[in-house]
């Protein structure tokens, strides 16, 4: 009887290899894309391994309350990196936000002084976006000048000393609690979720991202390039008052000093996330992701009493692996 069974199906090689290369580049590009998610799972794995405390809520509580504020630094950094621009103010702004909400706390109350800190903030704001935009300055080198003027005025303001106020209240934002959580964790969620709606679900958002990737192209579709460009800084001013404010209820003193490292790690945070420097590209949960590896990495350093020195080292690897990312992602694209 003739043989009936079916006869093995033969498949070319040039079909295996075009598959096993489609495989590949769909794991690069996984890597690349979601490259920091990965990292993330793999440091808090490692932080479990070496810190057996980490997952006790009151040590997280601990981690998300001691990095609130550059958070909410970083979210108001995101809007200007994703525009195409960069701010080194933020450290001033957030100095000069401390020290005012400080000083007027006894003779315009807490709700007043919270109004001069925004107030302030948005002031400083609109100075760093004009001359970006209207005098065309290089952004690095208009925030690092600004930076100087505003880090000046928190020395004017506080006339070189540490102002303590004597409002009963003043304490409550910094440590203040609402149903168990810090209310410094509530601001960040806040700041977070506004950010990424802002970001992802307005003609707004969408704008930031046009004009960070083309700005041209953008002006010549009929964009007002300059004002949304302005308005970022604008955004991250205001993040940093705010922040500033906050430090300075939770420590119950306004200095001048303060905030000195804080634009280095906004930027380290959004560009381990995988917010591009070149702009145009990025997203809000991306800051978390750079936020949460940098939290949990100072975390466990900080439980293995790991010098301040090695940890500076680490965490500037770190940056520079994320941005070699960022520049390797975009070779690839083109």
């Not at 996984?30 to 990292?39: D, I, L, R």
């Not at 302005?230 to 905030?259: E, F, K, N, P, W």
């Not at 945070?269 to 990025?282: C, F, H, N, Q, R």
Request: net charge positive; charged share 10%; aromatic share 8%.
């Amino acid at each position: 009887m003739p043989d009936t069974s079916a006869s093995p199906i033969h498949v070319p090689t040039s079909a295996k290899d075009g598959t096993a290369r489609q495989v590949r580049e769909a794991l690069v590009r996984s890597f690349v894309e979601y490259g920091m998610v990965w990292a993330l799972l793999a440091v808090m794995t490692a932080a479990v391994v070496f810190h057996p405390r980490f997952l006790d809520p009151i040590n997280l509580t601990n981690v998300l309350s001691q990095n609130a504020l550059v958070g909410i630094v970083a979210i108001g950094m995101t809007f200007v990196i994703i525009g195409g621009g960069f701010d080194l103010s933020v450290g001033a702004i957030f100095a000069l936000g401390a020290v005012v909400y400080a000083k007027w706390a006894d003779p315009f109350g807490l709700w007043g002084a919270a109004g001069c800190v925004f107030a302030v903030s948005l002031v400083c704001g609109t100075v760093n976006g004009l001359i970006v935009t209207k005098l065309r300055v290089n952004p690095f080198v208009a925030t690092l000048g600004t930076g100087s003027v505003f880090g000046g005025l928190a020395y004017i303001v506080s006339n070189s000393a540490p102002l303590t106020p004597s409002h009963l209240g003043f304490s409550l934002l910094g440590t203040g609690r609402l149903l168990g959580i810090p209310i410094s964790i509530w601001l960040l969620i806040l700041a977070f979720v506004l950010g990424a709606l802002v970001l992802s679900r307005t003609v707004y958002g969408r704008s930031i991202f046009a004009i960070g990737g083309n700005s041209e192209a953008a002006r010549l579709s009929g964009m007002p390039v300059d004002l949304l460009r302005g308005s970022t800084y604008m955004i991250t001013a205001i993040c940093s008052g705010l922040a500033g404010m906050v430090l300075a209820s939770r420590l119950g003193v306004g200095q001048a000093d303060m905030g000195s490292s804080i634009a280095l790690d906004a930027i380290a945070i959004v560009v381990i996330g995988g917010t591009s420097l070149m702009g145009g590209e990025g997203a809000m949960w991306r800051t978390v992701i750079g936020l949460l590896i940098l939290a949990t990495l100072s975390n466990v350093f900080n439980a293995l009493a790991l010098s301040s020195n090695y940890q500076l080292v680490i965490k500037g690897t770190i940056v520079v692996g994320a941005v070699a990312l960022d520049v390797f992602s975009r070779s690839r694209r083109t």
